[in-house]
């Protein structure tokens, strides 16, 4: 139940962010649709990153010290929201500040399925 009221607060807010339309690229725009997109990746909610990217969120955004939308996910283990910022074009080999990869997230946090996807998408991207 909690997860489907932060979805349903997630999509009102998308709807706002929605209205004011691709005109207004404005500071507090950008900030809001960064916060929707953290949001939606730590929460597992690959329709809302899904419709954020559709109006015009940069999922390759830096987020603070390296960390990126699919160290997000990887850390909570989501592996649909990896797989989708993987086929968004989402950097999955990209390095935080201190030198940790999304697989070394989730290898810290235990997310078994998360390294194995990770592991595949790697290997795509090096052959």
């Known amino acids: 139940m909690l997860r489907d009221a932060e979805e349903e607060r997630e999509c009102r807010a998308m709807l706002l962010v929605q209205d004011w339309g ?6 507090e725009r950008s900030h809001v649709l960064k916060f929707l997109l953290v949001q939606g990746a730590s929460c597992g909610h690959a329709n809302v990153v899904q419709l954020l990217h559709q109006i015009g969120a940069d999922i390759n ?3 603070y010290d390296g960390v990126t ?3 997000m996910a990887a850390e909570n ?3 649909e929201v990896v ?3 993987h086929q968004l074009g989402a950097d999955v080999t990209a390095a935080t500040s201190t030198g940790a990869t999304p697989v070394c997230v989730a290898r810290e946090k235990g997310h078994l399925d998360v390294i194995c996807l990770l592991a595949e998408l790697c290997s795509d991207v090096s052959t």
């Not at 691709?22 to 500071?27: E, H, I, L, T």
């Open 77 to 79: 283990g989501h592996v």
């Open 22 to 27: 691709p005109r207004q690229q404005s500071a």
């Open 61 to 63: 955004a830096p987020l």
């Open 83 to 85: 797989r989708l910022l």
């Open 69 to 71: 939308l699919v160290h």
